[in-house]
């Protein structure tokens, strides 16, 4: 795909979506952190039914921290792998406190070493809460990438590095939410709704006649 398409594709995902914004709900980088956290093959809405509550309850790392991991899980046991979950996020909440001030760190390395953060959740706190222009590379945009040929790649790290290098500066600090989004309501998955698909021109999808009409 050349370099004028891609800056095709983004001109109307943007133009479709200017101001895109994460489907988590929360206030605060910590919550933020926590949400993220808990999202880990979960759907966004069953992290928010979760959070409302226990958002309520704990807001900060030193509530959080109080609730022990017992407590934790009582909020967030409708969420999968919930007892995992509650360990790290209890344990980053006491490294955020002994190494951090309390606050959220904002460097990739700093948010690598707390519990249960990984590569993608650090390039999703880095870019939704300080406004870095990194891309999480998550499996909708995975699909997207390759599937719409704006950055093939074997795995999401060579996928994630594509996109970082071929997606016009102007889009990056929004390119996470517009792709993924595009593959969670669009570019499914089981059946892609190519007819309604806003970039279906551009898209390199070899059976989107085919298969769609």
Known sequence: ?????????????????????SELEYRSPFELLVAVVLSAQATDKSVNLATRELFKAAR???????????????????????????????????????????????????????????????????NVAFSEPTIAVDTHIFRVANRTGIAPGKDVLAVEQKLLKFVPDEFKRHAHHWLIL????????????????????????????????
């Open 1 to 21: 795909m050349n370099p004028d398409r891609r800056h095709a594709i983004f001109s109307r995902l943007r133009a479709a979506n200017p101001h895109p914004a």
């Open 60 to 126: 900060t790392p030193q509530t959080m921290l109080a609730l022990g991991a017992a407590g934790l899980e009582r909020y967030i046991k409708s969420i999968g792998l919930y007892r995992t979950k509650a360990k790290n996020i209890i344990a980053t909440c006491r490294l955020l406190l002994e190494r951090h001030g309390g606050e959220v760190p904002a460097t990739r390395e700093a948010l690598e070493q707390l519990p249960g953060v990984g590569r993608k959740t650090a390039n999703v706190i880095l």
């Open 182 to 213: 595009h593959g969670r309501y669009v570019c499914k998955a089981r059946k892609p709704e190519c007819p309604t698909c806003l970039i279906r021109d551009l898209c390199d999808y070899s059976h989107k006649s085919k298969d769609e009409g």
